[in-house]
C-alpha cells in the first residue's frame, strides 16, 4: 500500500533571449507501507519527504534500496 503526494517545481530555459518556463511534476512525500495480508500487521512504513521535490524515478529507487536493506536486515 502506497500514496506518492505530487508536487510541482518550475524549469526555467533560456534559448534565443526569449525567456521560457514549464513546471515538472515532482514527489514531494512517499508513503509506502508494507503489510502481512494473513496478519493484517504492518510489516515497514516508510514515508519519504522532499523538500523541493524528487523526480518520480528517483524516489522509487530510493524507496527500493530501502526496502531492500531492511529484507536482507
Same mark, same amino acid.
Given at each position: 500500500?502506497?500514496?506518492?503526494?505530487?508536487?510541482?517545481?518550475?524549469?526555467?530555459?533560456?534559448?534565443?533571449?526569449?525567456?521560457?518556463?514549464?513546471?515538472?511534476?515532482?514527489?514531494?512525500?512517499?508513503?509506502?507501507? *508494507?503489510?502481512?495480508? +494473513?496478519? $493484517?500487521?504492518? #510489516?515497514? =512504513?516508510?514515508? *519519504?519527504?522532499?523538500? +523541493?521535490? $524528487?523526480?518520480? #524515478?528517483? =524516489?522509487?529507487?530510493?524507496?527500493?534500496?530501502?526496502?531492500?536493506?531492511? #529484507?536482507?536486515?
Amino acid at each position: 500500500m502506497g500514496t506518492i503526494f505530487e508536487g510541482r517545481r518550475q524549469i526555467g530555459f533560456s534559448e534565443d533571449k526569449t525567456p521560457l518556463s514549464m513546471e515538472k511534476i515532482v514527489v514531494s512525500t512517499f508513503y509506502l507501507q *508494507l503489510i502481512d495480508i +494473513k496478519t $493484517e500487521k504492518v #510489516i515497514l =512504513a516508510v514515508i *519519504l519527504d522532499y523538500d +523541493k521535490g $524528487e523526480s518520480i #524515478i528517483n =524516489a522509487i529507487d530510493m524507496m527500493t534500496k530501502i526496502i531492500n536493506e531492511e #529484507i536482507k536486515g
